[in-house]
């Protein structure tokens, strides 16, 4: 009998535990929302949070924000099925923040009041910049949407035994349905402590299962190692790279294209840089940004345990059949140290890890919601299409049904995503927010010459060439793991398109600045320079 069927079968001799903990996490959360959502009284309530939170509350729920279903479900998945090449993943997450810490985290706090678009349009001529910024924030928070939803339709239909495709397709919708009530109701305020409760219960969660799999092994992390080296199959080389990213040019390429696409990315993703904007102070912006570091490096250094514990003590073969990109060895993992498929234990840990792995997608999708339902209103509605002149009620009802709208097409495009890796479907939003947001961002920042045309070239160019080369890459079609499967139209041969796209964002940014005949406003230069780099002025 397959791993699936097995924890299907021992989840529903406990049903009602398992449903009672996913009960009582949703209601939990959907109080806290309604209580931040009393709090919410104008736009900065809605989309900063008042700005009234310190730094440890900001890092924590950055962190809560960070750590998504690809964190807790992929990578654990990716190092079962791939061994070392799997942790790369876990590196580049981590070593991302660094980029964010030195480059962007107080300039961004200091230069914006609520959305990137405000950075980027400063010293830009405001409709078209804010457009493309908007447009840009959409489309990156939809891809790293579709990760959680593949997550989720994952997570909650191997615990309650659910095998058919419309009941699968039926969890879809109702997390889409949930992440909309998170968001509507309780604006920033509901999302941040929702992320904040969510960091805390993953750390716990990953903490115990560590520590079990290590009790296992006398923690002893070299047995641990062995062991899972020794149950792969493959011996030795599942410990060294090259598994996966070393077996032709292609892959190789992919790897570095991966890479650059994992480092680059965290400075450039929507719901990440809007939390900078919910701290008093510039200091704290920073501080926030130390404590985020902290926390996810400890968390990524569990992922150790996590994926090479799954490796062994699950069977490689059995964690491919309960789900073909290994979304599910962090929940059978949990089940196998708690006893076993057949124990009352096995089935308590399956069901208390599920419920925080359900808890991650959820504060990660109400954030991704937020940023890209707040880039339209404030960007696209209020300053786009009504000039400035919308009133704040106006603003913030925009960005309510904005909410409705983007949950519907990420729940209509997660249907089709979940059978993906979920860490290689939040590679690729890491990717396309390099290429679109990134150059744009520092450019903006550092550049006194960077100009409109420059800032579009960049956005649209880095956006459209990375979608693009998506589109036609083995990630939709093609392969047994992709998002068709039965059809293969792809001619790019690289599954992540980092090593093209974000180049050719900045190399546009620069063209279009340099062929623009409009002149850089030095003076607004100048006062963004002073703002950026002390907060004089800041909001």
């Known amino acids: 009998m397959s791993p699936h069927l097995l924890a299907a079968e021992s989840a529903s001799d406990n049903r009602p535990l398992i449903v009672t903990l996913f009960a009582v996490f949703v209601l939990a959360t959907l109080a806290i929302t309604v209580w931040a959502g009393r709090q919410t009284k104008d736009a900065t309530d809605f989309y900063a949070g008042g700005r009234q939170f310190t730094g440890f509350q900001n890092g924590l729920a950055i962190s809560g924000d960070y750590m998504s279903a690809a964190s807790f479900l992929g990578i654990a998945g990716a190092i079962a099925l791939s061994g070392y090449d799997g942790f790369l993943y876990s590196i580049g997450f981590l070593v991302a923040w660094l980029v964010a810490l030195l480059l962007v985290a107080e300039p961004l706090r200091n230069s914006g009041r609520f959305t990137m678009g405000d950075v980027l349009a400063y010293r830009m001529r405001q409709r078209p910049v804010r457009t493309a ?96 080296a020794k149950n792969s199959g493959i011996g030795e080389s599942f410990l060294e790279p090259g598994l996966k990213y070393g077996l032709n040019a292609t892959t190789k390429l992919d790897f570095i294209s991966l890479g650059i696409a994992l480092v680059l990315g965290t400075a450039g993703l929507p719901h990440i840089l809007i939390r900078f904007y919910t701290v008093p102070t510039a200091r704290a912006a920073r501080n926030s940004v130390n404590w985020a570091i902290g926390i996810i490096g400890l968390f990524y250094l569990m992922t150790i345990a996590l994926g090479f514990g799954a490796a062994a003590l699950l069977k490689h073969d059995d964690i491919i059949a309960s789900n073909k990109s290994g979304n599910t060895a962090a929940p059978l993992l949990a089940e196998e140290i708690g006893g076993g498929p057949d124990s009352t234990g096995g089935a308590i840990l399956l069901a208390v890890i599920s419920a925080v792995a359900f808890a991650t997608i959820l504060a990660v999708v109400a954030g991704l919601t937020l940023a890209s339902s707040s880039s339209f209103a404030h960007d696209l509605y209020a300053n786009v299409i009504r000039k400035g002149k919308a009133t704040q009620e106006e603003e913030i009802s925009a960005a309510r049904w904005a909410t409705v709208g983007i949950g519907t097409v990420a729940v209509v495009l997660g249907v089709f995503a979940r059978d993906l890796n979920v860490a290689g479907l939040v590679a690729l939003a890491f990717a396309v927010a390099a290429s679109a947001n990134l150059p744009t961002i520092l450019y903006s920042l550092f550049w006194k010459r960077f100009t409109t045309q420059g800032a579009l070239w960049s956005i649209y160019g880095g956006l459209i060439s990375s979608v693009f080369l998506v589109l036609f890459s083995p990630v939709v079609s093609g392969k047994e793991t992709s998002m068709f499967p039965d059809v293969d139209f792809h001619w790019f041969p690289l599954e992540n398109p980092g090593l093209i796209s974000i180049p050719l964002g900045f190399l546009l940014g620069w063209l279009g600045t340099v062929v623009s005949k409009e002149q850089p406003d030095k003076e607004k230069y100048a006062e963004l320079e002073v703002r950026s780099l002390t907060g004089h002025g800041a909001h």
């Open 133 to 228: 910024a908007g447009v840009s924030t959409i489309v990156v928070s939809i891809f790293y949407l579709l990760a959680q939803m593949a997550g989720a339709g994952v997570l909650v239909s191997l615990l309650l035994g659910i095998t058919s495709e419309a009941g699968k397709i039926l969890i879809v919708v109702l997390v889409g349905v949930v992440m909309m009530l998170y968001v509507t109701i309780g604006g920033m305020k509901g999302t941040t402590w929702v992320q904040m409760v969510k960091a805390v219960l993953l750390i716990a969660g990953t903490l115990l299962i560590t520590f079990l799999v290590l009790l296992k092994f006398n923690f002893n992390i070299s047995d641990l190692l062995g062991e899972a």
